[in-house]
């Protein structure tokens, strides 16, 4: 079994920062892509940002140049760095990842349970 855990997120003003974590355990043998999704009220899902196990990244158009992902695969754990926020940033961020876990042959999709980022004007 693999779980995903998020923290760092809160109600931060505008112009601030935040630094999302998401930490996967269990029996892992591989991550492969690890990102970070957001969902704001009565909207649906949408990707934030994507790192692969090689360290390429991708990033919604809306967070270029304002937030930066990474991981450290030691850690099975991935970040999202965010700054400058803006009030439309306000979302539930989920983590997401492809695993590989022991004894297995397949990479399995899981989610986090996702933590609230508030960002007041």
């Known amino acids: 079994q693999v779980q995903l855990v998020e923290s760092g997120g809160g109600l931060v003003q505008a112009g601030g920062s935040l630094r999302l974590s998401c930490a996967a355990s269990g029996s892992i043998f591989s991550i492969n892509a690890m990102g970070w999704y957001r969902q704001a009220p009565g909207k649906a899902r949408e990707l934030v940002a994507v790192?692969?196990?090689?360290?390429?990244?991708s990033y919604a158009d809306s967070v270029k140049g304002r937030f930066t992902i990474s991981r450290d695969n030691a850690k099975n754990t991935v970040y999202l760095q965010m700054n400058g926020l803006k009030p439309e940033d306000t979302a539930v961020y989920y983590c997401?990842?492809?695993?590989?876990?022991?004894?297995?042959?397949?990479?399995?999709?899981?989610w986090g349970q996702g933590t609230q980022v508030t960002v007041s004007s």
């Open positions: 790192i692969i196990s090689g360290g390429n990244t």
């Open positions: 997401n990842a492809d695993v590989q876990w022991r004894g297995s042959r397949y990479y399995t999709n899981y």
